[in-house]
């Protein structure tokens, strides 16, 4: 498995120059790539590009000088894709020249020195570029890239996921907008609040919509004007990495809870396409829009694999809907499921559980089924302590905190 580490790095001349070559890379084999189109109607391939364009660019090693073409034509390949479909009506494909780009090194170019300097290769006659790397872990793939107020490293490294025994129990995890997440594990369920995220995301819109009315109120390029947007960045970017830190903290706990549940097998939610089949409205539609699953779920799914786990993902259709015991559809009012079979339990927790039964149903004989229990117990709650930090030192310790209001109800908190 490959994992990615971010460095900050600052400003130099050096890679100034880096990025600026690499710009003008990009907008050579963008604007060749177009007149090629308009004057002969013949789109060039990437091969063809590179060979054309790339081999013998000075300042840039030859691989980094390909990676630039292969950004371009898998921008071109997606706009093909995206094109295809109603919603990206409209849409441009890459076309603009860059003066600035992103410069990337395969491992052919990488090389990790003796010295705890990580060497990164630019070609005969030009510098390389000297890193203080702070592991001993060679990266495969290294990218440095402008975040906005400085350059930052990227690189890939491999590591090796946990060979340990692994637990025989299946876990099935309903990811939602309320609580973040909902897991039945057979005989036990709890539930991942996410107000905290909530709130994140309502501050996120208050302060969008604060300073864009400023913005609309100042001369478009004025010296006002930029001071404003400016802020605007600055401040969104900030909870962005609140957003981020959060979804980090909340994944890596619930990981490391289920693994010492002694669970194997993690079955998830498919929750792809969800925005484009439905509509709630304004409001609604916002906060789905906003709803960071894809990335919540990427989280859960590479840290299981590294405490060993299996992934799986199963398409969510109607579990929180369907009555685990008798099978009736339905859909609940309220956070309660309640069936006329006399089942009832708590929605999320009924989503979870299907999920599971259908992954474990997969297996299952023809006319055999996996029941649960008439009543099924409530979740217990877990609040997470945001501002704690959650390393493998701490995060057992501070990291996850069951109220005592949700032990003594029974209730989920939230």
């Given amino acids: 498995m490959y994992l990615t580490r971010k460095l900050k790095l600052g400003r130099t001349d050096q890679l100034d120059a880096l990025a600026r070559r690499a710009g003008d890379l990009w907008s050579t084999v963008a604007k060749w790539h177009w007149r090629f189109v308009d004057r002969q109607g013949y ?26 073409a292969d950004s371009f034509y898998d921008s071109l390949k997606a706009w093909r894709k995206k ?37 990164l290769s630019n070609g005969r006659g030009t510098d ?10 060679e990266p495969k793939r290294v990218e440095i890239g402008w975040d906005g107020d400085q350059y930052e490293l990227r690189c890939q490294y491999k590591v090796e996921e946990d060979e340990g025994p692994k637990g025989e129990r299946t876990a099935g995890i309903d990811v939602g907008e309320i609580h973040l997440a909902a897991v039945y594990t057979g005989d036990e369920s709890w539930t991942v609040n996410g107000k905290e995220l909530r709130s994140l995301r309502r501050q996120q819109n208050r302060t969008k919509a604060r300073l864009d009315s400023k913005i609309d109120q100042k001369e478009y ?29 909340q994944s890596t706990r619930l990981v490391k809870t289920l693994h010492e549940r002694r669970v194997g097998t993690v079955v998830v939610g498919d929750l ?64 309660e499921y309640i069936c006329g079979c006399g089942f ?18 997969q297996d299952e004989p023809t006319g055999s089924s996996l029941r649960v229990a008439g009543e099924m117990a409530s979740p217990t709650g877990v609040r997470y302590r945001p501002h704690m930090r959650c390393n493998p030192a701490t995060a057992g310790k501070t990291s996850q905190e069951p109220t005592g209001s949700s032990r003594q109800a029974g209730r989920p908190v939230g």
């Avoid at 060039?44 to 630039?68: E, I, N, P, R």
């Avoid at 009832?344 to 259908?358: L, S």
């Fill in 43 to 68: 789109w060039l391939f990437k091969g063809q590009a590179q060979k054309m364009y790339c081999k013998g660019f000075d300042g840039l090693h030859s691989q980094s000088a390909q990676a630039v």
């Fill in 221 to 249: 390029g004025s010296r006002r004007w930029k001071r404003v947007v400016r802020a605007k960045d600055r401040q969104t970017r900030k909870i962005r990495n609140q957003i981020k830190d959060l979804l980090h903290k």
């Fill in 344 to 361: 009832e339990g708590h929605r999320d927790i009924v989503g979870a559980a299907n999920i599971r039964k259908k992954y474990l149903g």
């Fill in 272 to 335: 792809t396409g969800i925005r484009e089949r439905i509509d709630y409205g304004e409001k609604a539609n916002q906060r789905l829009h906003q709803w960071a699953y894809g990335k919540f779920l990427r989280m859960i799914e590479y840290k299981a694999r590294l405490h060993g786990m299996t992934v799986k993902r199963v398409g969510e259709a109607y579990t929180s809907q369907t009555c685990p015991s008798c099978g009736s559809r339905h859909k609940p009012h309220g956070r």
């Fill in 128 to 137: 390389p570029v000297l890193i203080d790397w702070p592991s001993e872990k």
């Fill in 83 to 119: 094109r295809k479909r109603r919603s990206y009506e409209g849409l441009r494909p890459p076309y603009k020249q860059k003066r600035y780009f992103k410069v990337q090194w395969k491992s052919s170019a990488i090389r990790l020195r003796d010295d705890g300097v990580l060497r």
